[in-house]
């Protein structure tokens, strides 16, 4: 089972949008609801942020949302903050679950 | 609010068997997988394996021949062990719960919504 594929990174100022993508198969990405993505700060554990490929959990900010087109997968951050610098992963299942490589998002 | 503690050895020598425990607390342990995934320093996750309350378990294949994750049920606590580690399997080591739906082995969706804080594991002689 193959890594999803993520950027390395992304960057954006205070009060953008980005973007960051997960590519991967038919049988995983592009099957069912099956991409979920989580944030992680340094020294922390990962956090689900979407699930289902574009539902979030309770608490999370609106400023989230999630997508799918055809093999892969989109998070969008709008109105960039601070505190959304992070590393951010995502996840799908085929089989066996697999992660993307993660994208260090950098808040300039 | 369900919580995930976890604990186990944090250094290893070559050879040795890893071993890490994840208790359950505030919420329900059956219906539920439980997995674990692990973070080499400065890299990305990766996948162990997960079991359910009846002891089923799933493992990622690449580390399947090295991996066995049992439950006890008594103490809402699942449990890791990773024989014959290696320098390689210096990680952070997480356990989370999974929320997961699947008919005749075909997921229609599956995350992972509660993680524990994780565990560092060094291995070195």
């Known amino acids: 089972q193959s890594a999803l594929t993520q950027p390395a990174s992304v960057s954006g100022s205070p009060g953008q949008s980005i973007t960051i993508s997960c590519t991967g198969t038919s049988s995983d990405v592009g099957s069912y609801n099956l991409v979920s993505w989580y944030q992680q700060h340094p020294g922390k554990a990962p956090k689900l942020m979407i699930y289902e490929g574009s539902k979030r959990p309770s608490g999370v900010s609106n400023r989230f949302s999630g997508s799918k087109s055809g093999n892969t997968a989109s998070l969008t951050i709008s109105g960039l903050q601070a505190e959304d610098e992070a590393d951010y992963y995502c996840?799908?299942?085929?089989?066996?679950?697999?992660f993307g490589g993660g994208t260090k998002l950098t808040v300039l | 609010q369900v919580q995930l503690q976890q604990w186990g050895a944090g250094l290893l020598k070559p050879s040795e068997t890893l071993s890490l425990t994840c208790a359950v607390y505030?919420?329900?342990?059956?219906?539920?997988?439980w997995s674990w995934i692990r973070q080499p320093p400065g890299k990305g996750l990766e996948w162990i394996g997960e079991i359910n309350h009846s002891g089923s378990t799933n493992y990622n294949p690449s580390l399947k021949s090295r991996v066995t994750i049992s439950v006890d049920t008594s103490k809402n606590q699942f449990s890791l062990k990773l024989s014959s580690v290696t320098a390689a399997d210096t990680a952070v080591y997480y356990c989370a719960r999974v929320m997961a739906a699947a008919k005749h082995k075909v997921y229609y969706y599956y995350y992972m919504d509660v993680w524990g804080k994780g565990t560092t594991v060094t291995v070195s002689s």
């Open positions: 505030g919420g329900s342990f059956s219906g539920y997988y």
């Open positions: 996840c799908s299942y085929a089989g066996s679950v697999v």
